[in-house]
């Protein structure tokens, strides 16, 4: 597109001095002397389509721009909206360029949706703008800070001097993104979209005609290069990244609160487990040693043999309740067993003492009971043995000493005296008769038996 600065061509044109706002990106602007922007190019394309040719008045505001067209030194303005205060001094053209405008506040202000929702809050708007009749007009309650430019407007809401400014999207937002301003936001719409026309003076209110054929002529495919020409707009940040932060911040916090909750009751949980692997380990050590301290009052500690308590317990006390006609009671006594430890030593006579227990041991049935009486004594309880049967177990343990190899090839007898336990015989006479009877067996020459 060319420029708007426009030379007379070979064909009678009409020149036209006009007016902009120097000011008002992507709109217009007047750039070292040059008048750029979207009017620019439409002025342009009037150039080749009508009559016309159009020389720039350079002014320094927008407001300076008004004041010339009023006093009639600018013929023309190239895109404003219409106003029923312009209508006085402005005839105006069709619409040819629509846009919408746009509330701006700062990020941490809410969204505002619409003036309606401005409340108490102050808002900024270009003087001489059209918004100025038009908030005056229908939101006369909205405190209103008149600002010379744009520019002004949306540098009072950055400083936070003013809570919103309303201004046109194209421009509102190339300012937004040429300055960086990203505290900024777009926080609603701002009253009705702006219908943009040309201007011109009612004494030239005569070329209006040539303008709008002018302006019919414009295809819809230079409308959209001038559109994508200037609108650079990328949606400015619309998310109130204050509103996240915080509900960030809250779930962080719920977050490491369950984190910590969870480690917690974890280390509650190891510390307790390990308590009670420790006091299981406990529990064990104390039933192993319950069964230790059973064994030791049950056993004799040398030849593992029941011990005479718990002989004394078990049978002594409820022997009746076996089957008291088959019970054979066997005393037994190792012979000599003096010499043997004064000939090899107390721990030899140790040694046969055991050896002399797995003998019996090994002799009897499992449902027999061996015990060790004391010293070198031992009992055996035979149920369901007759007194045959009593005489042969002694022959056998008597034949298996015989064969035995013990130490130092020492040879070990032993007497036995039996007594069968009597249909009413109470089980400790039984005992003295078993008794009696071994001591008989000794006296009659040991190695040998007798029965009661
Ligand atoms: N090594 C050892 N000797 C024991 C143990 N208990 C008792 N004795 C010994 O066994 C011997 C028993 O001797 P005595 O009662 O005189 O009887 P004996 O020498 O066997 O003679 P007779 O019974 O008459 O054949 C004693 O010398 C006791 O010290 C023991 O646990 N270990």
């Not at 426009?6 to 007016?19: E, H």
């Not at 006093?71 to 402005?90: A, F, S, V, W």
């Not at 008291?324 to 030899?348: E, P, Q, S, V």
Request: net charge negative; glycine share 6%; with cysteine.
């Amino acid at each position: 597109f060319a420029e708007a600065a426009i030379s007379a061509t070979s064909k009678t044109t009409t020149m036209i001095r006009y007016c902009v706002d120097p000011d008002w990106l992507p709109y217009e602007a007047i750039i070292d002397g040059r008048h750029i922007g979207i009017s620019s190019d439409y002025l342009a394309l009037l150039t080749d389509y009508t009559d016309l040719s159009f020389v720039l008045v350079p002014t320094s505001s927008w407001r300076q721009s008004l004041a010339l067209l009023q006093q009639g030194q600018c013929e023309l303005t190239p895109i404003l909206n219409q106003t029923p205060k312009r209508d006085e001094y402005l005839s105006f053209s069709d619409v040819f360029f629509k846009s919408p405008n746009v509330l701006v506040s700062l990020k941490t202000q809410p969204f505002l949706q619409g003036f309606e929702h401005i409340g108490q809050r102050t808002l900024a708007i270009p003087k001489d703008y059209r918004l100025v009749e038009y908030v005056q007009t229908f939101y006369p309650d909205i405190k209103t800070v008149l600002t010379m430019t744009e520019r002004e407007g949306l540098a009072k809401v950055a400083n936070g001097d003013v809570d919103v400014f309303v201004g046109s999207m194209f421009s509102v937002n190339a300012y937004i993104q040429q300055h960086g301003l990203s505290s900024l936001k777009i926080a609603g719409w701002g009253g009705p979209e702006d219908e943009l026309r040309i201007g011109v003076v009612h004494a030239k209110k005569d070329i209006l005609e040539q303008i709008n054929a002018g302006l019919a002529k414009i295809t819809h495919a230079d409308h959209i290069a001038i559109y994508k020409k200037w609108h650079n707009i990328t949606v400015v940040e619309d998310i109130d990244y204050s509103l996240v932060l915080q509900i960030l911040a809250l779930l962080s916090l719920c977050i490491f609160f369950l984190l910590y909750r969870t480690i917690d009751v974890t280390k509650y949980n190891r510390h307790l487990s390990e308590h009670n692997k420790a006091l299981q380990q406990l529990q064990l050590e104390l039933e192993r040693k319950n069964n230790d301290l059973d064994f030791l009052t049950q056993h004799d500690p040398l030849t593992k043999l029941y011990n005479r308590h718990y002989f004394n317990q078990t049978f002594l006390t409820d022997a009746r309740q076996h089957d008291g006609n088959n019970i054979c009671l066997i005393m037994i006594d190792i012979d000599l067993f003096k010499a043997i430890n004064d000939c090899y030593g107390h721990a030899t006579g140790d040694r046969v003492l055991v050896q002399f227990a797995d003998i019996l041991q090994l002799s009897v049935r499992d449902d027999d009971v061996v015990a060790r009486w004391g010293g070198e004594e031992f009992v055996i309880v035979c149920q369901h043995v007759d007194i045959q049967g009593a005489k042969e177990l002694c022959q056998r343990i008597t034949q298996e000493l015989q064969d035995f190899s013990f130490d130092n090839n020492i040879k070990v007898t032993c007497s036995f005296g039996i007594a069968v336990l009597g249909e009413h015989e109470a089980i400790q006479h039984c005992f003295e008769r078993a008794d009696m009877a071994l001591l008989q067996a000794k006296k009659t020459g040991r190695n040998r038996y007798c029965c009661a």
